[in-house]
């Protein structure tokens, strides 16, 4: 499987303010993947980032809050925008190695104040 | 819409039991693949197995095992001879489609408490 790090690894940060949450793979894969787990629950897809497209978006999440791009098969960034303490969670990409099966990055622990 | 039920929100069990995490899923189609990751304390989410719609045979690795039973919409994952380091959250998923990586549709999770 791919070596997948995201940074920062976690962050403190004042409501009203964005952050950049970066993925890096040690490979090139063609479908990334950003999840949100908010505090003791399940995790949920945020959005699809494909290189050369725009990213999809699950219902429920929208460009304007959560920004993202991929401007090579190596690399992502999910933007959290605007920030409210609703929006603290932890932040995981995932990339699909071997066509079928997802492997998830550390994560980045989010907390909004 | 597809859906993953895990009924068990907590297990405790003492060290050297065997443990059954159920798992139910709901799909109305007929290519699928089923998934179960593990999230100890650190909070990576590790891969442990996928299987796909098409094959029902169970799996063993070591202590894990794994029992796919689509009459019954089940994949459910035993631990024998559980220990302290299996103490964990474990998340059963569900991707639609053959061949290709698709959404995750996880269930809500299990978390296993292992004791001395």
């Known amino acids: 499987s791919a070596v997948i790090s995201q940074k920062p690894s976690r962050d403190i940060c004042q409501r009203g303010t964005s952050l950049t949450i970066q993925c890096q793979v040690d490979?090139?894969?063609?479908?990334m993947f950003w999840y949100r787990q908010q505090p003791g629950q399940s995790l949920t897809l945020i959005a699809t980032?494909?290189?050369?497209?725009?990213?999809?978006?699950e219902s429920g999440f929208v460009i304007d809050k959560f920004p993202i791009s991929r401007p090579n098969l190596t690399f992502s960034t999910l933007t959290v925008s605007n920030m409210s303490p609703e929006d603290s969670s932890i932040y995981l990409c995932?990339?699909?190695?071997?066509?079928?099966?997802?492997?998830f990055g550390p994560g980045t622990r989010l907390l909004v104040l | 819409a597809q859906k993953v039920t895990q009924a068990q929100t907590e297990i405790s069990v003492v060290e050297k039991e065997d443990v059954t995490l159920d798992c139910v899923y709901e799909t109305r189609d007929t290519t699928y693949y089923l998934f179960w990751y593990k999230q100890p304390p650190s909070g990576e989410l590790v891969f442990l197995i996928r299987?796909?719609?098409?094959?029902?045979q169970n799996e063993i690795s070591g202590r894990y095992s794994w029992n796919f039973q689509k009459s019954t919409s089940s994949f459910n994952f035993t631990i024998t001879a559980s220990q302290v380091v299996d103490s964990a959250v474990y998340f059963c998923?569900?991707?639609?489609?053959?061949?290709?990586?698709?959404?995750?549709?996880f269930g809500t999770g299990t978390r296993l408490q292992v004791t001395l």
């Open positions: 995932s990339v699909a190695w071997g066509r079928e099966t997802q492997y």
């Open positions: 299987r796909n719609s098409f094959d029902e």
């Open positions: 490979s090139q894969v063609t479908m």
């Open positions: 980032a494909n290189q050369g497209s725009e990213a999809t978006y």
């Open positions: 998923a569900l991707s639609l489609g053959i061949g290709t990586a698709s959404k995750l549709t």
